[in-house]
């Protein structure tokens, strides 16, 4: 006998339906994220006071300013790292986020997902010239690890408004567990940046031996002592950037990468050209590093010794990506808890 579907799977196959028919197929399954809490400030928290011209109050100094990249890619990754922020922060009500999005995203899009799991948010989003940038990356280190929108984090002096004058950078591939204002409020003395700092890091091995071996650009370090430092976590001074046009240093160095091989990876070696030896170190609490494992095996990692701020997957492997593939590390289970993924109906495979 023919039985009548069951109201749930009904509800299945519509949505089904839903998915493979609407045109939010075409903007991807993976934007459907839940709605997060509304987190909301302690009683002792500075009011943002929102100016007249300013009336989203990104311009306030009293509030955090973080800024992120957003792309589809790696936005299970955001979604989990704000939510993340908002929590574990006193003053949540305070923190601004700038996004930076290719510009040929669909920024609508992206600020409607962020919207919609985040109604309460202060945001921006900032389309990023990738083409220009491009012009820039030499061809030979160009992969798909090192995506154009991986050197906005250079740009952010030019894409953030005038008024915003400190900014703390993150990666998308990481979760705070502590308050964000604590690492926002790193005192800077002169420098324009904070960052981690692996002083036992072989500096040598970022740069070429053609580098090396030229009088005129090794001396970029002479009266510096340079360490290797992580830019996916980063306080910056907009304001002195903007005052010493890093940006133009940067691209300098870019440009010479296009001409002679100076260095192998991407993004990271022209930062460390311009700042490395003149950064204020973050307490390593703020980058526990490498949970993505290790790159050629995709070993898990463990923590380091030490407390624990912010937990960051740097390295291949993703948290996302191995819950999917149901072979999580055993720290991937911390990442859990921030993920917003509507869970039943992740139709990926
Ligand atoms: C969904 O996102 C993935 C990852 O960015 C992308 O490769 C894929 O083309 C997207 N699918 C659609 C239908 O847009
Ligand atoms: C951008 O996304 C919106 C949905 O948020 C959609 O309506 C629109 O057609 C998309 N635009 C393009 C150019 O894909
Ligand atoms: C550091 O790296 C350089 C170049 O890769 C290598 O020649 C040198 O032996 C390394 N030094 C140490 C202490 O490992």
């Not at 003053?91 to 409607?112: D, E, G, K, T, W």
């Not at 154009?148 to 005038?162: E, K």
């Not at 324009?192 to 005129?216: D, G, K």
């Amino acid at each position: 006998m023919l039985q009548p579907p069951s109201p749930i799977s009904l509800l299945f196959l519509l949505l089904l339906l839903f998915f493979f028919i609407s045109p939010i197929t075409a903007a991807n399954v993976t934007t459907l994220f839940k709605e997060a809490p509304q987190f909301y400030n302690s009683p002792d928290c500075p009011l943002v006071v929102i100016g007249q011209e300013d009336s989203h109050g990104l311009c306030s100094d009293d509030g955090v300013h973080v800024a992120m990249t957003l792309d589809t890619a790696y936005i299970r990754g955001s979604m989990a790292a704000i939510l993340s922020v908002l929590q574990h922060s006193s003053c949540p009500q305070n923190v601004i986020f700038h996004f930076v999005s290719s510009a040929s995203a669909n920024v609508s899009a992206l600020r409607a997902t962020i919207s919609s799991s985040f109604p309460y948010l202060k945001f921006q989003i900032y389309p990023f010239d990738d083409g220009a940038v491009s012009r820039l990356i030499s061809t030979s280190i160009r992969s798909a690890l090192d995506c154009p929108l991986n050197y906005a984090r250079s740009y952010l002096a030019d894409l953030l408004p005038l008024c915003v004058r400190r900014v703390v950078y993150l990666d998308s591939d990481l979760i705070l567990v502590d308050d964000i204002s604590n690492l926002a409020n790193t005192q800077l003395n002169d420098a324009v940046l904070a960052a981690p700092e692996y002083c036992n890091a072989n500096f040598t091995s970022y740069f070429t031996p053609t580098f090396w071996s030229n009088p005129s650009l090794s001396l970029t370090f002479a009266n510096r002592n340079p360490c290797y430092f992580n830019t996916g976590v980063m306080v910056i001074d907009l304001s002195r950037w903007r005052l010493g046009d890093f940006t133009s240093k940067i691209e300098e160095w870019m440009e010479l990468q296009k001409r002679m091989r100076i260095y192998e990876l991407g993004s990271l070696p022209p930062f460390m050209l311009v700042f490395a030896g003149n950064i204020v170190p973050v307490d390593h609490r703020w980058n526990q590093h490498g949970l993505g494992g290790d790159n050629f095996r995709g070993l898990c990692r463990d923590l380091h010794p030490g407390p624990v701020s912010l937990l960051h997957w740097s390295g291949k492997g993703k948290p996302w990506a191995r819950l999917d593939a149901n072979r999580p590390c055993p720290l991937d289970a911390l990442w859990v808890p921030y993920d917003l993924l509507q869970t039943p109906f992740s139709l990926d495979s």
